[in-house]
C-alpha cells in the first residue's frame, strides 16, 4: 500500500488519532499480562503484551518489585511455547526486567538448554540474556560453554559470546581473563564482526600488559583486519603503543608510523580519518608527518556529509593550538565552512581560523563572524568570545578593532553566560593590554547604562571603582554610576555607592563632588544603600572637611575580604547571641577541601552535562596567609615550604584526618585538617597530641586547638615544634587525635550540654629529607649545570641493591630527595638497562641544587647508582649526598 | 560507550527511550536536553541528514526520519564518527521494519519489531550488529544470510 512519506494530509491525521498505545495504562497492562499463564498460550496476543510492556519500560515506566516480580515469572511461563517470533520477545523481556539474584534461578535451567540447543540463534541469544542476569557463581557453571561459543562457527554466537565478555570482565575479570586463548584464535576469524569484538575483548583483557599490547599490535599491524571497525581500534592501540615507546627511540623514525600512514589510504573513511587523527595526536609530531594527515583531513572539510566535515574541522581545530602553521593551508576551505548550515561545524570553522589566522587577515575575518554571529546560539557565541579574546591577547596591536567587535555583540541580544563571556573577556583585555583599558571602560559603562543582569552591573561597577580612579579622567565615569543610583534596584544601587566612594578615596580633586552625591543617597529606600552611604560618608570624612584619605581607609575600600565566603556563612549561622560579640577572626581561612557527598561516592564520574568537580587552590600563598593569620606562628618567619595533605586516617572512617606539614627555617609546623563524619555528632577543643619522642630534634613550642568541629565542615587544629635553626631536622610522630564528643539531635540539630572526652589513634607522620626541599625545575638543565659550575661538587657511587626494576628504583631516588625531575627523565623506558635522570630543586636556606644521577642495572637486578651532585654550598652538595646514604 | 538513545514524535514526546550508564537523576536533563536541540534544529532538515553536536566530552548525532527524530549520545570512542554509524544502522533497520521512512502512528504499530532490533544494534551501550539483513534475520531468530 503506496503511501506519501511524511506528507501532511487527512490520511495522516485520522492515522494519528488511533495510536495503538492510545491510552495505554500499567495496571490494565499488568492484567493483561495474566495471559501468560494460560494453559493454551496464544503467541500472538503474548507478543502484543510484551511490545506493550516494552513500550511502558521506554517511556521511563517502572515497575515496583512485586510488579517487577510478577511479571518475570508469568514471563518465563513463556519459555514453554515453541514460537520462535515469541520466543525473542521474553529474551527482551527478561533483560528488561533484568531480575534480582534470588529471582534469576527460576530462568536459568530453560536459558542453559537454549544454549545448548542445536538451533544457533537459541544459542546466541540465551548468552546473551545469561550474561545479563548473572552473578559471579553461575558464570563458572556456564563457563565452558562460552568458551566454545567464543569460537562458535556462527558469527552471531561468537559475537554474542564475545561482547558478554566485555561486559563480564568489569565484573568477574578474573573469569573472562581465563578466555585468552580462545579470544586469540576469534580474532583471526574471517567474519569481519568477531574479529572486531573479539579485537576488543583482547585488548581489555591484555590492558595493564604492555609487552602483551604490543605484541598484539605488532603482528596485527602486519596481517590484514578485515573490518573496519577492528581496523580503526587497531589504530587506536597502535598509537597508545607509540605514546608509551616514545622514548625509547634512537633514531628519528617513529615505530608504526608507516603502517598509520599507510590507513590513509584505507578505502573507508573511518579508517582514515581515524589514521589522520592519531598522527595529529603523536606526542611531538613534526610537520612531516604530520602532512598527509591534514592532507586528508582537508578533503573532508568539503565532504557531502556534515560529521566527516564536523570530525575533520574538530581534529584541524586541536592542531592549530599547538601547530598552527601546519593547518593554514585548509584556511579557504574553512572559510567556506563559516556558512555551513550546520552551526557546530562553523562555529569549530571560526574558531580554527581565529587560531591560524595572522595579524593581517583579522579585520576580514571580524568581518565575516559579525555575519555569522547573528544566527547562531547562544552557546556558539560563546566559544567564539573566548577565541576571540585569546586572539586579542595574541595581536595586542589589533585591540581597536577586537574590542569594538565585542562592545557591539554586547549591545545585541544574548542571555546571562553570553553576555558574561563578553564582559569577561573585555576585563581581561583591560589587564592585559593597558592601551586598551580606557576604551574598553567606556564600553562597560555604556554596558551597564543597559543592562537587564543585576549580577553583571555589579560585577562592572566593582571593577569600575578600582580601574576607574586610574585613568586619565576619573570624572567621566561619575555620570554612568551616579545614574544606577537613580535607575536600577536596590542591589546595583548599592554597588553604586561602593564605587563611588572608591573614586572619592582615590581622587581627591573628585571628592567634595562625590559627596554631595553620596549625601542624596542617604534619603534612599533601601537601608543597605542608606547604611553604605552613611559609612562611606563617615570614613572618607564627609563632614565637610576634604581631607587626605588615609591608608586603613583605603585598606577598607580595595582590601579584600580574604575568608571564605561559605565559611564566614557557616560560622554566622553557628554564632549564637551572647555577651561575647562575633569575632570574625575566629574564621577558618581554610578552604573547605572536599564535601563529604562527593567523597563518599568517588566511583561516580560526572557524565554530559554536569559540571566536572573543581579543584579547592592549594597554594604556597593561601597556606603563608593562614599562618601567618595564627598570632602563635607569626614569628616563624617565611613559609619555606608545605608538602601535599598525607592522610591519617583510612578512608571511610569516623573521623577523616589530614595532615600538611609545613617548614619554616626553624619551625615545623603540623596543620591537622580534620572533619566529622558523623551527623550525630558535635565534637570540642579538638587538638592533636603529637609524640615527638622519636624525632629527638625537635620540641614542641604550640598548640593551637580547634574550638568546635560540627558534622561535615572540616576545620583544622595546629601543632608547631622547633627544630635547629636551617638544619633539615627528620623525625617520627605518632599522632592521637584529642576531643570533647557531644551528642546531636539529628531532628533538631542541637547539640547536648554534657560531652565526654575522648580519643582516636591517628597514623604516625614523618618530616623527612625531601620536606626540605623545593620541588622547582629549570628550563634547560645543562646550560643551568654548566652555570653552577663544578667548585662545589659531590660525586659519589652507591649501590642499591635488587630492585623489581630500574623504573622502581629511579622512582624512589627521586621520592626520597623530593626533587623536580627535569625534561622527562623520570620516564625509565621499559627494557633498558641505564638511564639518567636530571632532577632540580631549592634546599632549605634557598640554596639551588641541580642533581644528575646515572643508573645501571645488571641481571639478578641490582641496581646500582651514580650520583652527580651540584649547588651553591658544598655543605648542602654533602647533605644530598648524606640523604641518599642513609636513606 | 553509547548513553543514550531517544526517539521522539515531532511534537517532542519520547517514543523510546535507552540510557547506558547515565544516572537516573540525569535522564530528565538529557531528555529535555535532546528535545530542544531537536526543536532549535531540526525543522526543514532531510530524512536521515544528520546533524551533530558536542557537549563537553559527548557528542550528539541526531536526525529526523519520518515523522520521528532519532538522537544517539555517545562519549569515549563512540565520538561522532562512530555515532554516526549507529544512527545509520537504526535509521535502515527502521526504515527496514516500517518498509519506509515511518510515521509516527506507523512507529508505534511495528514497536516490538523495533525494540528487538535496537537490542541486536545496542547491548548495553556498546555497538553489536551493523548490517539491517543481518538484524532482519536476528530478530526472526535466523541465522544471517552470509553464514
Same mark, same amino acid.
Given at each position: 500500500?503506496?503511501?506519501?512519506?511524511?506528507?501532511?494530509?487527512?490520511?495522516?491525521?485520522?492515522?494519528?488519532?488511533?495510536?495503538?498505545?492510545?491510552?495505554?495504562?500499567?495496571?490494565?497492562?499488568?492484567?493483561?499480562?495474566?495471559?501468560?499463564?494460560?494453559?493454551?498460550?496464544?503467541?500472538?496476543?503474548?507478543?502484543?503484551?510484551?511490545?506493550?510492556?516494552?513500550?511502558?519500560?521506554?517511556?521511563?515506566?517502572?515497575?515496583?518489585?512485586?510488579?517487577?516480580?510478577?511479571?518475570?515469572?508469568?514471563?518465563?511461563?513463556?519459555?514453554?511455547?515453541?514460537?520462535?517470533?515469541?520466543?525473542?520477545?521474553?529474551?527482551?523481556?527478561?533483560?528488561?526486567?533484568?531480575?534480582?539474584?534470588?529471582?534469576?534461578?527460576?530462568?536459568?535451567?530453560?536459558?542453559?538448554?537454549?544454549?545448548?540447543?542445536?538451533?544457533?540463534?537459541?544459542?546466541?541469544?540465551?548468552?546473551?540474556?545469561?550474561?545479563?542476569?548473572?552473578?559471579?557463581?553461575?558464570?563458572?557453571?556456564?563457563?565452558?560453554?562460552?568458551?566454545?561459543?567464543?569460537?562458535?562457527?556462527?558469527?552471531?554466537?561468537?559475537?554474542?559470546?564475545?561482547?558478554?565478555?566485555?561486559?563480564?570482565?568489569?565484573?568477574?575479570?578474573?573469569?573472562?581473563?581465563?578466555?585468552?586463548?580462545?579470544?586469540?584464535?576469534?580474532?583471526?576469524?574471517?567474519?569481519?564482526?568477531?574479529?572486531?569484538?573479539?579485537?576488543?575483548?583482547?585488548?581489555?583483557?591484555?590492558?595493564?600488559?604492555?609487552?602483551?599490547?604490543?605484541?598484539?599490535?605488532?603482528?596485527?599491524?602486519?596481517?590484514?583486519?578485515?573490518?573496519?571497525?577492528?581496523?580503526?581500534?587497531?589504530?587506536?592501540?597502535?598509537?597508545?603503543?607509540?605514546?608509551?615507546?616514545?622514548?625509547?627511540?634512537?633514531?628519528?623514525?617513529?615505530?608504526?608510523?608507516?603502517?598509520?600512514?599507510?590507513?590513509?589510504?584505507?578505502?573507508?573513511?573511518?579508517?582514515?580519518?581515524?589514521?589522520?587523527?592519531?598522527?595529529?595526536?603523536?606526542?611531538?609530531?613534526?610537520?612531516?608527518?604530520?602532512?598527509?594527515?591534514?592532507?586528508?583531513?582537508?578533503?573532508?572539510?568539503?565532504?557531502?556529509?556534515?560529521?566527516?566535515?564536523?570530525?575533520?574541522?574538530?581534529?584541524?581545530?586541536?592542531?592549530?593550538?599547538?601547530?598552527?602553521?601546519?593547518?593554514?593551508?585548509?584556511?579557504?576551505?574553512?572559510?567556506?565552512?563559516?556558512?555551513?548550515?550546520?552551526?557546530?561545524?562553523?562555529?569549530?570553522?571560526?574558531?580554527?581560523?581565529?587560531?591560524?589566522?595572522?595579524?593581517?587577515?583579522?579585520?576580514?575575518?571580524?568581518?565575516?563572524?559579525?555575519?555569522?554571529?547573528?544566527?547562531?546560539?547562544?552557546?556558539?557565541?560563546?566559544?567564539?568570545?573566548?577565541?576571540?579574546?585569546?586572539?586579542?591577547?595574541?595581536?595586542?596591536?589589533?585591540?581597536?578593532?577586537?574590542?569594538?567587535?565585542?562592545?557591539?555583540?554586547?549591545?545585541?541580544?544574548?542571555?546571562?553566560?553570553?553576555?558574561?563571556?563578553?564582559?569577561?573577556?573585555?576585563?581581561?583585555?583591560?589587564?592585559?593590554?593597558?592601551?586598551?583599558?580606557?576604551?574598553?571602560?567606556?564600553?562597560?559603562?555604556? $554596558?551597564?547604562? !543597559?543592562?537587564?543582569?543585576?549580577?553583571?552591573? #555589579? &560585577?562592572? @561597577?566593582?571593577?569600575?571603582?578600582?580601574? +576607574?580612579? %586610574?585613568?586619565?579622567?576619573?570624572?567621566?565615569?561619575?555620570?554612568?554610576?551616579?545614574?544606577?543610583?537613580?535607575?536600577?534596584?536596590?542591589?546595583?544601587?548599592?554597588?553604586?555607592?561602593?564605587?563611588?566612594?572608591?573614586?572619592?578615596?582615590?581622587?581627591?580633586?573628585?571628592?567634595?563632588?562625590?559627596?554631595?552625591?553620596?549625601?542624596?543617597?542617604?534619603?534612599?529606600?533601601?537601608?543597605?544603600?542608606?547604611?553604605?552611604?552613611?559609612?562611606?560618608?563617615?570614613?572618607?570624612?564627609?563632614?565637610?572637611?576634604?581631607?587626605?584619605?588615609?591608608?586603613?581607609?583605603?585598606?577598607?575600600?580595595?582590601?579584600?575580604?580574604?575568608?571564605?565566603?561559605?565559611?564566614?556563612?557557616?560560622?554566622?549561622?553557628?554564632?549564637?547571641?551572647?555577651?561575647?560579640? $562575633?569575632?570574625? !577572626?575566629?574564621?577558618?581561612?581554610?578552604?573547605? #577541601? &572536599?564535601? @563529604?557527598?562527593?567523597?563518599?561516592?568517588? +566511583?561516580? %564520574?560526572?557524565?554530559?552535562?554536569?559540571?566536572?568537580?573543581?579543584?579547592?587552590?592549594?597554594?604556597?600563598?593561601?597556606?603563608?596567609?593562614?599562618?601567618?593569620?595564627?598570632?602563635?606562628?607569626?614569628?616563624?618567619?617565611?613559609?619555606?615550604?608545605?608538602?601535599?595533605?598525607?592522610?591519617?586516617?583510612?578512608?571511610?572512617?569516623?573521623?577523616?584526618?589530614?595532615?600538611?606539614?609545613?617548614?619554616?627555617?626553624?619551625?615545623?609546623?603540623?596543620?591537622?585538617?580534620?572533619?566529622?563524619?558523623?551527623?550525630?555528632?558535635?565534637?570540642?577543643?579538638?587538638?592533636?597530641?603529637?609524640?615527638?619522642?622519636?624525632?629527638?630534634?625537635?620540641?614542641?613550642?604550640?598548640?593551637?586547638?580547634?574550638?568546635?568541629?560540627?558534622?561535615?565542615?572540616?576545620?583544622?587544629?595546629?601543632?608547631?615544634?622547633?627544630?635547629?635553626?636551617?638544619?633539615?631536622?627528620?623525625?617520627?610522630?605518632?599522632?592521637?587525635?584529642?576531643?570533647?564528643?557531644?551528642?546531636?539531635?539529628?531532628?533538631?540539630?542541637?547539640?547536648?550540654?554534657?560531652?565526654?572526652?575522648?580519643?582516636?589513634?591517628?597514623?604516625?607522620?614523618?618530616?623527612?629529607?625531601?620536606?626540605?626541599?623545593?620541588?622547582?625545575?629549570?628550563?634547560?638543565?645543562?646550560?643551568?649545570?654548566?652555570?653552577?659550575?663544578?667548585?662545589?661538587?659531590?660525586?659519589?657511587?652507591?649501590?642499591?641493591?635488587?630492585?623489581?626494576?630500574?623504573?622502581?628504583?629511579?622512582?624512589?631516588?627521586?621520592?626520597?630527595?623530593?626533587?623536580?625531575?627535569?625534561?622527562?627523565?623520570?620516564?625509565?623506558?621499559?627494557?633498558?638497562?641505564?638511564?639518567?635522570?636530571?632532577?632540580?630543586?631549592?634546599?632549605?636556606?634557598?640554596?639551588?641544587?641541580?642533581?644528575?644521577?646515572?643508573?645501571?642495572?645488571?641481571?639478578?637486578?641490582?641496581?646500582?647508582?651514580?650520583?652527580?651532585?651540584?649547588?651553591?654550598?658544598?655543605?648542602?652538595?654533602?647533605?644530598?649526598?648524606?640523604?641518599?646514604?642513609?636513606? | 560507550?553509547?548513553?543514550?538513545?531517544?526517539?521522539?514524535?515531532?511534537?517532542?514526546?519520547?517514543?523510546?527511550?535507552?540510557?547506558?550508564?547515565?544516572?537516573?537523576?540525569?535522564?530528565?536533563?538529557?531528555?529535555?536536553?535532546?528535545?530542544?536541540?531537536?526543536?532549535?534544529?531540526?525543522?526543514?532538515?532531510?530524512?536521515?541528514?544528520?546533524?551533530?553536536?558536542?557537549?563537553?566530552?559527548?557528542?550528539?548525532?541526531?536526525?529526523?526520519?519520518?515523522?520521528?527524530?532519532?538522537?544517539?549520545?555517545?562519549?569515549?570512542?563512540?565520538?561522532?564518527?562512530?555515532?554516526?554509524?549507529?544512527?545509520?544502522?537504526?535509521?535502515?533497520?527502521?526504515?527496514?521494519?516500517?518498509?519506509?521512512?515511518?510515521?509516527?502512528?506507523?512507529?508505534?504499530?511495528?514497536?516490538?519489531?523495533?525494540?528487538?532490533?535496537?537490542?541486536?544494534?545496542?547491548?548495553?551501550?556498546?555497538?553489536?550488529?551493523?548490517?539491517?539483513?543481518?538484524?532482519?534475520?536476528?530478530?526472526?531468530?535466523?541465522?544471517?544470510?552470509?553464514?
Amino acid at each position: 500500500m503506496a503511501q506519501p512519506l511524511v506528507k501532511k494530509d487527512d490520511d495522516r491525521d485520522d492515522e494519528a488519532d488511533y495510536s495503538p498505545f492510545l491510552g495505554i495504562e500499567k495496571g490494565a497492562v499488568l492484567q493483561e499480562a495474566r495471559v501468560f499463564n494460560d494453559p493454551q498460550l496464544d503467541p500472538r496476543r503474548c507478543s502484543q503484551v510484551i511490545t506493550k510492556l516494552l513500550y511502558l519500560l521506554n517511556q521511563g515506566e517502572t515497575f515496583t518489585k512485586v510488579e517487577a516480580t510478577e511479571v518475570f515469572f508469568s514471563v518465563t511461563k513463556l519459555f514453554q511455547s515453541r514460537d520462535i517470533g515469541l520466543r525473542r520477545m521474553v529474551y527482551v523481556m527478561i533483560k528488561e526486567l533484568s531480575p534480582s539474584a534470588d529471582e534469576v534461578i527460576i530462568v536459568t535451567s530453560s536459558l542453559m538448554k537454549d544454549m545448548t540447543s542445536k538451533t544457533d540463534m537459541y544459542r546466541a541469544n540465551a548468552i546473551r540474556v545469561l550474561c545479563r542476569i548473572t552473578d559471579g557463581t553461575l558464570l563458572t557453571q556456564i563457563e565452558r560453554y562460552l568458551k566454545q561459543a567464543i569460537v562458535d562457527k556462527n558469527p552471531v554466537v561468537a559475537s554474542a559470546a564475545l561482547v558478554s565478555g566485555i561486559h563480564l570482565l568489569q565484573t568477574n575479570p578474573e573469569i573472562v581473563k581465563r578466555w585468552s586463548n580462545e579470544v586469540q584464535e576469534a580474532v583471526q576469524s574471517r567474519a569481519a564482526l568477531v574479529q572486531f569484538h573479539a579485537l576488543a575483548l583482547l585488548h581489555q583483557i591484555r590492558q595493564n600488559d604492555r609487552l602483551a599490547v604490543n605484541k598484539l599490535v605488532t603482528s596485527l599491524t602486519r596481517g590484514s583486519v578485515r573490518s573496519p571497525l577492528a581496523q580503526c581500534l587497531l589504530i587506536r592501540y597502535t598509537s597508545q603503543v607509540i605514546r608509551e615507546s616514545a622514548n625509547n627511540t634512537q633514531t628519528g623514525d617513529r615505530p608504526f608510523y608507516d603502517f598509520l600512514e599507510g590507513c590513509l589510504r584505507h578505502k573507508a573513511e573511518m579508517v582514515i580519518f581515524e589514521a589522520a587523527r592519531a598522527i595529529t595526536e603523536l606526542n611531538g609530531v613534526t610537520s612531516r608527518e604530520l602532512t598527509p594527515a591534514i592532507t586528508v583531513l582537508q578533503l573532508f572539510l568539503s565532504s557531502s556529509k556534515p560529521v566527516l566535515r564536523f570530525a575533520a574541522v574538530r581534529t584541524l581545530n586541536k592542531v592549530a593550538m599547538t601547530h598552527p602553521m601546519a593547518v593554514t593551508n585548509c584556511n579557504i576551505d574553512m572559510e567556506s565552512l563559516i556558512s555551513d548550515q550546520n552551526r557546530s561545524i562553523a562555529t569549530l570553522a571560526i574558531t580554527t581560523l581565529l587560531k591560524t589566522g595572522n595579524e593581517s587577515s583579522v579585520d576580514r575575518l571580524m568581518k565575516q563572524i559579525t555575519n555569522f554571529m547573528s544566527d547562531i546560539a547562544d552557546e556558539f557565541k560563546i566559544v567564539v568570545v573566548e577565541a576571540i579574546r585569546s586572539l586579542c591577547l595574541k595581536f595586542p596591536l589589533k585591540h581597536r578593532s577586537l574590542m569594538n567587535f565585542l562592545s557591539n555583540i554586547l549591545r545585541e541580544e544574548g542571555g546571562f553566560e553570553y553576555k558574561k563571556a563578553i564582559v569577561d573577556s573585555i576585563v581581561i583585555l583591560i589587564r592585559d593590554i593597558p592601551e586598551a583599558k580606557e576604551s574598553g571602560l567606556l564600553h562597560l559603562c555604556e $554596558f551597564i547604562e !543597559d543592562c537587564e543582569f543585576t549580577y553583571l552591573s #555589579t &560585577q562592572i @561597577l566593582h571593577f569600575l571603582g578600582i580601574e +576607574g580612579p %586610574k585613568t586619565s579622567d576619573p570624572s567621566k565615569y561619575i555620570r554612568y554610576i551616579y545614574n544606577r543610583v537613580h535607575l536600577e534596584n536596590a542591589t546595583v544601587r548599592a554597588g553604586a555607592v561602593s564605587t563611588l566612594a572608591k573614586f572619592g578615596a582615590m581622587v581627591d580633586a573628585l571628592k567634595p563632588r562625590i559627596f554631595v552625591l553620596l549625601r542624596r543617597c542617604l534619603f534612599d529606600n533601601d537601608d543597605e544603600v542608606r547604611d553604605r552611604a552613611t559609612l562611606y560618608l563617615n570614613t572618607l570624612g564627609g563632614d565637610g572637611a576634604v581631607v587626605e584619605t588615609g591608608e586603613d581607609v583605603k585598606e577598607f575600600l580595595f582590601g579584600s575580604l580574604d575568608i571564605p565566603l561559605v565559611n564566614l556563612e557557616n560560622s554566622l549561622k553557628n554564632y549564637e547571641l551572647s555577651e561575647e560579640s $562575633f569575632d570574625i !577572626d575566629s574564621v577558618p581561612k581554610e578552604v573547605k #577541601t &572536599q564535601p @563529604l557527598a562527593e567523597k563518599k561516592a568517588p +566511583g561516580k %564520574k560526572p557524565t554530559g552535562l554536569s559540571a566536572p568537580p573543581t579543584g579547592p587552590p592549594s597554594t604556597v600563598d593561601a597556606y603563608e596567609r593562614l599562618l601567618s593569620s595564627i598570632p602563635e606562628f607569626a614569628n616563624f618567619g617565611k613559609l619555606f615550604k608545605s608538602s601535599a595533605p598525607v592522610e591519617l586516617t583510612e578512608a571511610e572512617t569516623e573521623y577523616a584526618v589530614n595532615v600538611v606539614k609545613h617548614i619554616f627555617d626553624g619551625h615545623v609546623v603540623f596543620q591537622f585538617n580534620c572533619t566529622n563524619t558523623i551527623p550525630e555528632q558535635l565534637l570540642e577543643n579538638v587538638t592533636v597530641i603529637v609524640d615527638a619522642s622519636e624525632a629527638e630534634e625537635f620540641a614542641e613550642v604550640a598548640t593551637k586547638p580547634l574550638r568546635s568541629l560540627p558534622y561535615d565542615s572540616p576545620g583544622q587544629t595546629f601543632v608547631a615544634f622547633e627544630k635547629p635553626e636551617g638544619v633539615p631536622a627528620v623525625g617520627k610522630f605518632s599522632n592521637m587525635l584529642r576531643f570533647i564528643v557531644k551528642e546531636v539531635d539529628p531532628s533538631t540539630g542541637e547539640a547536648e550540654e554534657d560531652g565526654v572526652e575522648d580519643e582516636y589513634q591517628l597514623e604516625d607522620l614523618e618530616v623527612v629529607a625531601a620536606d626540605y626541599m623545593l620541588k622547582v625545575g629549570v628550563s634547560n638543565f645543562r646550560n643551568a649545570w654548566e652555570s653552577m659550575g663544578a667548585d662545589c661538587e659531590r660525586v659519589d657511587e652507591y649501590g642499591l641493591g635488587p630492585r623489581d626494576s630500574l623504573a622502581e628504583a629511579v622512582n624512589a631516588v627521586i621520592n626520597l630527595l623530593g626533587m623536580q625531575p627535569c625534561e622527562g627523565t623520570e620516564v625509565v623506558p621499559s627494557n633498558s638497562r641505564s638511564h639518567t635522570c636530571l632532577l632540580s630543586g631549592v634546599y632549605i636556606g634557598n640554596v639551588k641544587v641541580l642533581v644528575r644521577l646515572q643508573f645501571g642495572i645488571d641481571g639478578p637486578k641490582d641496581v646500582a647508582m651514580k650520583l652527580a651532585v651540584r649547588s651553591e654550598d658544598e655543605a648542602v652538595s654533602d647533605a644530598i649526598h648524606e640523604i641518599v646514604a642513609s636513606g | 560507550m553509547i548513553l543514550a538513545l531517544l526517539f521522539a514524535n515531532s511534537e517532542g514526546n519520547i517514543l523510546v527511550e535507552r540510557f547506558n550508564g547515565v544516572p537516573a537523576e540525569e535522564r530528565l536533563h538529557w531528555r529535555s536536553f535532546l528535545v530542544k536541540l531537536g526543536a532549535d534544529n531540526l525543522k526543514g532538515v532531510k530524512n536521515e541528514e544528520l546533524l551533530v553536536a558536542s557537549h563537553k566530552s559527548v557528542y550528539i548525532v541526531y536526525t529526523v526520519l519520518g515523522d520521528v527524530s532519532v538522537y544517539v549520545v555517545g562519549k569515549d570512542e563512540y565520538d561522532e564518527l562512530a555515532l554516526a554509524e549507529v544512527i545509520f544502522v537504526i535509521t535502515s533497520a527502521v526504515k527496514d521494519v516500517c518498509g519506509k521512512p515511518p510515521t509516527e502512528r506507523l512507529f508505534l504499530d511495528k514497536y516490538g519489531k523495533i525494540c528487538l532490533s535496537l537490542d541486536e544494534i545496542i547491548w548495553k551501550g556498546y555497538m553489536e550488529n551493523t548490517d539491517k539483513d543481518r538484524i532482519r534475520r536476528l530478530v526472526r531468530l535466523k541465522p544471517p544470510t552470509e553464514f
